[in-house]
């Protein structure tokens, strides 16, 4: 066996077992890890120099820390040598195998699938789109071939982009993720709205059997975005509701700022549509007040209100905003003022229903734990009442007994 052919079975320290995929910009491979299935995805451009490299090692490092079950997870990251050109290295990312089909081979283009199997494949991805975003990443590259089905039926969103700004890859995306991608992306700024707008464009195809525009050229899809009027999903399937619509042509509109909040806002408002629930069409986050409460003189109620300040609180809203505290009463009274006029979830639908529940499992747990701290309070009294009666004539079995009924307490 020549060396070739020992490199070509080997990436790094991992074995390869079969070749999964070639295309221009990288090769997919199915490898193994201490009898593990791993995929290995090497790019082909090579990095030349150093700044190539740490930029790439960067944003391995930042897609690592993703941890969610709907997202294919990152296990390693690294570089071999290019064997076909001496100019640099390739960097390669080793990757959690999922089995199963992408959600391209799943529904081919052109086929309809029910509004409420597009629920079912929308919410997972926003979720988890959302939680990217949330942790500063973006994807990018979103497309039917990016999104996985496991044997489960579970939809796993994987390949986030590499050709982002300061990565040394060449900026220009494989066609299948040109056609759902945003207008500002064509112009080369993403956001997290242009990955919304990629998921819109998706659910838009699944509804109707089409995208809402056919080029597949960037200059082209560009043209038609920016001059030639959206299709309404109505006028192509009648048995999209209204409400169905008006969430996807939000989602869908050319202004990102005239877009949902976030991608979770937008599955939310689809589910709300589905059930007849009223839509909450709100574009843009609501920037609510840091309030800082006054230090009591004994000092106790400093320290509990630093405790609850690092309390968490919803993601929905982006604190941008403080109050300081003056030494007089005047900006207390104030910010209190303010504080009453910021609506509360049940005024304005603007949290989701989860977090509402949540929020009461999380008071329900905190009671249950007050609880358990009474009653070990009791049985601590109860202990102690014991010692206190204690006689002499006790004998000592007597003595074991009781120490028995209060766990934990030690002799004295």
């Known amino acids: ?20 995929k070639n295309d221009t910009t990288s ?9 593990k299935d791993i995929v290995i995805k090497v790019f082909h451009t090579p990095l030349i120099t150093l700044e190539a490299k740490e ?8 897609l690592k820390k993703l941890k969610d079950r709907q997202i294919v997870e990152l296990h390693d990251a690294g570089f071999i040598q290019d064997v076909d050109n001496n100019a640099g290295d390739q960097g390669y990312l080793v990757m959690q195998y999922v089995p199963g089909e992408t959600l391209r081979q799943r ?9 409420d199997e597009v629920k079912r494949r929308l919410s997972p991805i926003a979720s988890a789109l959302h939680y990217a975003h949330v942790s500063n990443i973006l994807h990018g590259n979103l497309h039917p071939g990016n999104l996985l089905i496991d044997m489960k039926d579970n939809t796993l969103l994987t390949d986030f982009s590499f050709t982002l700004q300061g990565l040394p890859f060449p900026a220009n995306q494989p066609a299948a993720a040109v056609s759902y991608m945003a207008p500002e992306q064509l112009q080369g700024l993403l956001t997290a709205a242009s990955d919304q707008y990629a998921l819109a464009v998706m659910a838009y195809e699944w509804l109707c059997g089409q995208r809402p525009y056919t080029a597949i050229e960037q200059t082209e899809l560009l043209n038609q975005q920016t001059h030639d009027p959206l299709p309404p999903p ?10 169905v619509e008006k969430v996807l042509l939000q989602a869908l509109a050319l202004n990102p700022d005239e877009r949902f909040q976030h991608t979770q806002a937008f599955a939310d408002n689809y589910l709300r549509a589905l059930m007849g629930l009223p839509l909450n069409l709100e574009t ?18 400093a320290a509990r209100q630093q405790d609850d300040d690092r309390l968490p609180v919803p993601h929905t809203h982006d604190f941008s905003q403080s109050i300081p505290v003056d030494q007089d009463n005047t900006a207390n009274n104030k910010a209190q003022d303010m504080a009453r006029n910021i609506p509360t979830p049940f005024q304005n639908g603007e949290h989701r229903l989860a977090d509402i529940v949540t929020r009461d499992l999380c008071g329900t747990s905190a009671r249950a734990a007050s609880s358990r701290r ?15 009666h204690w006689s002499p004539i006790h004998s000592c079995k007597t003595r074991r007994r009781l120490l028995k009924r209060a766990p934990g307490q030690g002799k004295r």
């Open 1 to 20: 066996m020549s060396d070739t052919e020992v490199e070509l079975q080997r990436i790094g320290s991992y074995i390869i077992t079969r070749l999964l």
């Open 27 to 35: 090769s997919l491979y199915l490898g193994k890890l201490r009898k």
């Open 55 to 62: 930029a790439f090692l960067l944003r391995a490092k930042q």
């Open 107 to 115: 529904v081919p283009p052109g086929q309809r699938i029910p509004a």
């Open 234 to 243: 109505c006028s192509l399937d009648s048995d999209i509701s209204p409400a």
């Open 284 to 301: 843009k986050r609501p920037a609510p007040l840091v309030l800082v409460k006054p230090v009591s003189k004994n000092g106790h109620h």
């Open 374 to 388: 009474a009653c070990l309070a009791t049985k601590s009294v109860l202990h102690r009442s014991r010692w206190q």
